[in-house]
């Protein structure tokens, strides 16, 4: 296994930045995952760090290796690729097959490692089925399988899930995550699933237009985002113009009305200065959850059944935002024009010039 480091990559296309000075460490062992909107960046780094696309500038090492300028058969990377790019006339076996015939492994050899490969996906046993007449997430665990039986240093996914539905999606991403648990391989997850993200990875970094705007574990890119852009894209939330009233020390007290003003934590802030206001659905107490706090008020404008959660659209004065909660508390049966009081706890907001 190895590390990877990126060192300020580049790639464009013509006049556009797909890769714009992007600078990447990943330890041994760990799984990092990529996560950022169509057209970021994120398959064309993944596609730098296999071999298949050349950096225009920039280097690339895996552990204290340069490999800036090596062709892919001379990194030992395993790849999955979101369309799986399996061979539809060949068996299982035969495409798990291709990696090893690639790199001229003695034919002898190739059973044992074959069966061990679709033994670690759950998968023994299949070598001579026809590889198009499996279902959509056996065909993942094939590429998958294929991927592995090189015994990579570095394995790359890019959008494995994307073609499962919602179940078998959840089912498989459990099932890789445990998988490169136990194998201890170095991973890349490029992906623009939030979830897929969070639930997954060690660490990750958010692309926005080809840079790296952000990198730490999920926790800390959730709840502490850099920027507006990284909590958008991070799940629901709400963003509110405010004005700064006043700032001491590191928090500055934002004013939304006449009864709703919010301390955040931000330091050197103009007092004639505009802010948006950044919070998460979830965060948002209202009713009976207040206790007997004195709290502002908002107007339900809808109420939006999602099964587990029960969505709330709220309009105080100028402000309209949405509030979230599970459908398990007990907030009596809320209704479209009840008027109800709300508040934000303390460090659930975000700052944002």
């Not at 026809?130 to 990579?152: D, H, K, T, Y």
């Not at 200065?273 to 209202?286: C, K, M, Q, S, W």
Request: glycine fraction near 8%; hydrophobic fraction near 40%.
């Amino acid at each position: 296994m190895a590390s990877v480091t990126l060192k300020n990559i580049e790639k464009h296309f013509g006049e556009v930045y797909a890769v714009d000075s992007l600078s990447i460490e990943v330890a041994q062992g760990e799984f990092f995952s990529l996560l950022g909107p169509s057209g970021c960046g994120k398959t064309t780094t993944l596609r730098i760090v296999a071999g298949f696309e050349e950096p225009d500038g920039g280097e690339i090492y895996f552990g204290e290796k340069k490999v800036t300028h090596f062709k892919p058969q001379q990194r030992n990377v395993g790849m999955v690729f979101q369309n799986y790019a399996l061979f539809p006339h060949m068996t299982v076996g035969e495409n798990v097959a291709f990696g090893l015939q690639a790199r001229k492994v003695e034919k002898a050899d190739m059973p044992d490692k074959i069966s061990g490969a679709l033994q670690l996906v759950d998968l023994a046993g299949y070598e001579n089925r026809p590889v198009n007449a499996l279902s959509g997430g056996q065909q993942q665990r094939v590429a998958l399988a294929r991927a592995l039986v090189i015994e990579p240093d570095i394995l790359l996914l890019d959008e494995p899930l994307s073609n499962l539905d919602a179940k078998l999606r959840v089912e498989t991403r459990e099932q890789i995550r445990s998988l490169q648990q136990r194998l201890g391989i170095t991973t890349f997850y490029v992906t623009h699933d939030q979830e897929e993200a969070l639930s997954q990875s060690d660490r990750m970094a958010v692309l926005i237009r080809g840079k790296c705007v952000q990198v730490g574990s999920p926790r800390e890119v959730y709840r502490n985002p850099a920027t507006r852009e990284v909590m958008a894209f991070l799940g629901k939330a709400n963003f509110l113009p405010a004005q700064v009233e006043s700032t001491a020390d590191d928090y500055t007290t934002v004013r939304f009305s006449e009864t709703w003003k919010l301390t955040v934590s931000a330091s050197n802030v103009a007092i004639s200065a505009g802010a948006v206001i950044g919070f998460r659905p979830h965060d948002v107490l209202i009713g009976n959850e207040l206790g007997n706090i004195e709290s502002p008020k908002a107007v339900i404008q809808d109420v939006i059944y999602t099964g587990a959660y029960e969505e709330l659209v709220l309009q105080h004065g100028a402000h309209r935002f949405v509030a979230q909660r599970p459908t398990s508390v007990q907030n009596g049966m809320l209704r479209k024009g009840d008027e109800i009081p709300f508040a934000l706890p303390d460090g659930a907001a975000r700052f944002f010039a």
